[in-house]
């Protein structure tokens, strides 16, 4: 059965903004509460701070950039994230984009691919007590390992838009990750790949979860204003782009609102009458996902983040 789960609709400047979207996954089915790589209150700093708080829920980092973290730092963070939550973290990773690494490394990863089975494989081992010796293109790792302490289970996520990275998260990942993807994209592309992946391993396939931005029908709103304010930034990277592309989403880049309306249109923003959103959100159970993270990120942009949780506590009662 598909779960469901909240993203942080806005990047937290102060950590306490995190409390209310860890109550509602306290008091609510939802499954977990999902953050993606923020600048300003680092997630895994956040989510500690609602543990603190007395929200200790189950927590997913929807993924953190690669570039900024050791894996060594990255498996110590999620372990310790494990620890003061008291429940499993599903620890996701992404390699960002190339300009972000030509920021941080002073030229962009040769091939994310490597660089990404190299980093996956270095945090799985050190997770499970390994000492872990890597001398890779990317990733070096001289026979570490974490101290043992008992912990909840860290799942490694990766960050997966295209085939070749979801082949690569069906041979190495316990959870494939992905944000913004239409479910029939996901059906006909990402499912497959992760199948194939997991196949040339001999493993079970990982579990598949999708960032799905999404609002409600209202009369003051249009699905289109909604998608921009929620994606725009999105809709400029260069992967998501051609992602999307491949998605048969005609999103070209010259006019942002006719982009924002073939998202919408191409199925990758959700909108419509209750009815109807639950609908759409079911042909993504259908394509074979196991966790659909709402991503009202849209509404909050434009209405705030009161709108926001509204927005999250209605959908929720409709999927219970």
């Known amino acids: 059965m598909t779960a469901y789960s909240v993203l942080m609709p806005f990047l937290p400047r102060r950590p306490e903004q995190t409390l209310p979207y860890a109550a ?29 708080a007395g929200f200790r829920v189950p927590v997913g ?13 990255a498996a110590l963070q999620a372990r310790s994230l494990a ?15 190339r300009t972000f690494q030509q920021s941080l490394l002073g030229k962009p990863y040769r091939s994310p691919l490597s660089l990404a089975r190299e980093y996956v494989t270095a945090v799985r081992g050190l997770l499970d007590g390994a000492a872990v010796e890597v001398r890779g293109e990317h990733v070096t790792a001289d026979q570490v390992s974490l101290p043992p302490f008992p912990a909840p289970k860290v799942e490694v996520g990766l960050g997966v838009l295209r085939p070749g990275m979801a082949r690569l998260a069906g041979e190495v990942a316990e959870v494939a990750i992905s944000w913004l993807t239409p479910a029939s994209y996901l059906r006909d592309t990402v499912v497959p790949a992760l199948d ?44 998501y782009v051609d992602m999307l592309r491949r998605s048969g989403t005609g999103i070209f880049g010259a006019d942002e609102k006719a982009d924002a309306e073939a998202l919408v249109s191409g199925g990758a923003f959700l909108s419509g009458a209750p009815d109807r959103l639950v609908e759409q959100l079911q042909a993504y159970e259908a394509a074979g996902v196991d966790e659909i993270v709402l991503n009202v990120t849209g509404v909050c942009n434009s209405y705030g983040p009161q709108a926001a949780m509204e927005e999250l506590k209605t959908l929720l009662a409709l999927l219970a």
């Open 61 to 73: 980092l929807g993924v953190t950039l690669m570039p900024l973290r050791h894996p060594y730092e």
């Open 83 to 97: 620890m003061a939550t008291g429940h499993p973290v599903v620890a996701g990773f992404g390699p960002g984009a």
């Open 196 to 239: 194939e992946g997991a196949e040339a391993a001999g493993r079970a396939r990982p579990r598949l979860t999708a960032m799905v931005p999404l609002a409600l029908a209202r009369p003051d709103r249009t699905a289109a204003e909604l998608a921009l304010a929620g994606s725009s930034a999105h809709m400029k990277a260069p992967h």
């Open 24 to 52: 509602l996954v306290h008091w609510t089915h939802a499954e977990r509460l999902w953050q993606g790589q923020a600048l300003m209150v680092e997630p895994h700093q956040g989510f500690a701070y609602a543990a603190g």
